[in-house]
């Protein structure tokens, strides 16, 4: 590891790190305020949204729009005002002192300036191989985004924190029934999210349940087979399967440097981007384990751009 940092770098001024809306919405402001961004796209070019069909909530597109084109779009507008996008993976960091060092795809190194971590974070899944055949057609990790699509059919959800307890309950306003998957005999939910599912009449709760299977045709998901503590099995009829059992924040090469959470979300100093290292800042949801959208993403990636252009005046006056 030493020999990599070690070796000539190439110099950047601003390097951003992810391509989901906050990475290429730092990269439009930072082209436009003349930063000279270059962003790695990351192990997933475009981030989650390239895993959901179509985006209907994101302001200005009134007809909506696929993940993938809007990702499509982004780049191109990021491209537009001179950002510089590469393929490739940062996989160590050296945030020690400034310059700040990173190490693309384990060969390469880079030393910047100002940096903007847009890295994300990645739904955890079941790892069936019928949830991930039925990725996009029906299976999905975001009410918010897709719950629309089932409105008035039969849904599940599984899991049992808050975050299963919160998509259970807002899909219940839209769907007829909502089956909610938990694998405990209780929900790890907060008592205020468990009583407010309890409460939903619509919101049927599957104890000490395992999925087995996620059964569908051409058209997507039709079903669920389901295993109790006993062995039984049973299926159920549903149009959508939510995925709600937490998430990775692909924080772990920074985590030496810059200060998370338990659970490996940035922390940020609040009201702006700017993490506990001089010249770092963390946009999208490597720093939000709440809200978790685009448009936030989106805004919070403006924010680092406007912060890291504030940081370099700052530091070349
Ligand atoms: P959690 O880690 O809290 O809960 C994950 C849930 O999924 C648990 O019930 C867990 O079961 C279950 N689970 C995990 N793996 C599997 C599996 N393979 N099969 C079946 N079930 C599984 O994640 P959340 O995303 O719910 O919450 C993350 C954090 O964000 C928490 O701190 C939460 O409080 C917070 N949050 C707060 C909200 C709010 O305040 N409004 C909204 C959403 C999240 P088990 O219990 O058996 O481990």
Redesign the pocket.
């Known amino acids: 590891m030493d020999e990599l940092f070690n070796q000539q770098p190439e110099k950047i001024k601003c390097l951003i790190i992810g391509s989901g809306p906050a990475g290429f919405t730092a990269a439009i402001y930072a082209a436009r305020a003349n930063l000279k961004p270059v962003l790695y796209e990351g192990l997933q070019p475009g981030g989650q949204l390239t895993t959901t069909t179509d985006i209907e909530n994101f302001p200005g597109y009134p007809n909506g729009v696929t993940g993938a084109t809007m990702m499509e779009d982004l780049k191109k507008q990021a491209m537009r005002f001179g950002t510089e996008v590469r393929m490739g993976i940062a996989t160590a960091v050296d945030f020690s002192k400034p310059p700040h060092k990173v190490i693309i795809d384990n060969e390469k190194l880079l030393e910047a300036e100002a940096i903007i971590i847009a890295t994300g974070a990645t739904a ?1 899944y ?2 069936l191989e019928s949830e991930n055949k039925y990725k996009g057609m029906g299976v999905s990790a975001c009410a918010t985004c897709d719950g629309f699509f089932y409105r008035g059919q039969d849904v599940a959800v ?7 307890a ?1 998509e259970a309950t807002y899909l219940a306003g839209l769907c007829k029934k909502v089956h909610l998957i ?3 005999n209780y ?4 008592k205020a ?1 468990q009583n407010k599912v309890l409460n939903t009449s619509n919101i049927t709760i599957h104890f000490e349940t ?2 087995k299977e996620i059964t569908g045709d051409d058209n997507g998901v039709t079903g669920v087979l389901l295993e109790n503590a006993t062995g039984e099995i049973k299926k159920i009829d549903v149009a959508g399967f939510f995925v ?4 990775q924040p692909n924080s772990e090469i920074f985590k030496s440097f810059i200060e998370t959470d338990d ?1 490996g979300y940035i922390k940020t100093i609040p009201g702006t981007s700017k993490t506990n290292v001089d010249g770092v800042f963390a946009c999208g949801d490597i720093q939000d ?2 809200y978790r959208q685009a448009v936030t993403a989106a805004g919070t990636g403006c924010m680092a751009a406007i912060d890291a252009e504030k940081y370099l005046s700052l530091k070349h006056t």
Not at 158 to 164: L, P, S
Not at 244 to 247: K, V
């Open positions: 955890k079941l790892g599984v899991g049992g924190g808050d975050t299963a919160e938990v694998r405990k929900l790890r939910a907060s999210m395992v999925t709600a059992i937490g998430h659970v384990s709440h």
